[in-house]
Nanobody, 113 residues
Framework: QVQLVESGGGLVQAGGSLRLSCAAS??????MGWFRQAPGKEREFVAR????????YYADSVKGRFTISRDNAKNTMHLQMNSRKPEDTAVYYC????????WGQGTQVTVSS
């Protein structure tokens, strides 16, 4: 099974930027993306894209502020988060889809107002 290791979470002030990374142990997938889960809420979709390229898809709540990308050489995906809002506070999970879905361990992102 693909192993995913996330990094880059932390505390940021509202309006600031943060980049999350997710390193994959192997590249047997073609769909990758991010979800997040705020305290007391359901896990929600944030963004996804095909590793082979093409359009990326975003939740309306993050469109225009977040950008998903990948580094082929390092089997790593990124989530660049700009113009952060307090409501972006959540645990962020990366995932990949192949014959099944693999999840990262999650990384906490806190946005202070």
């Amino acid at each position: 099974q693909v192993q995913l290791v996330e990094s880059g979470g932390g505390l940021v002030q509202a309006g600031g930027s943060l980049r999350l990374s997710c390193a994959a142990s192997e590249r047997t997938f073609n769909i990758m993306g991010w979800f997040r889960q705020a305290p007391g809420k359901e896990r929600e979709f944030v963004a996804r894209m095909y590793w082979s390229g093409g359009n990326a898809y975003y939740a309306d709540s993050v469109k225009g502020r977040f950008t998903i990308s990948r580094d082929n050489a390092k089997n790593t995906m990124h989530l660049q988060m700009n113009s952060r809002k307090p409501e972006d506070t959540a645990v962020y999970y990366c995932y990949v889809d192949y014959s099944t879905r693999a999840w990262g361990q999650g990384t906490q992102v806190t946005v202070s107002s």
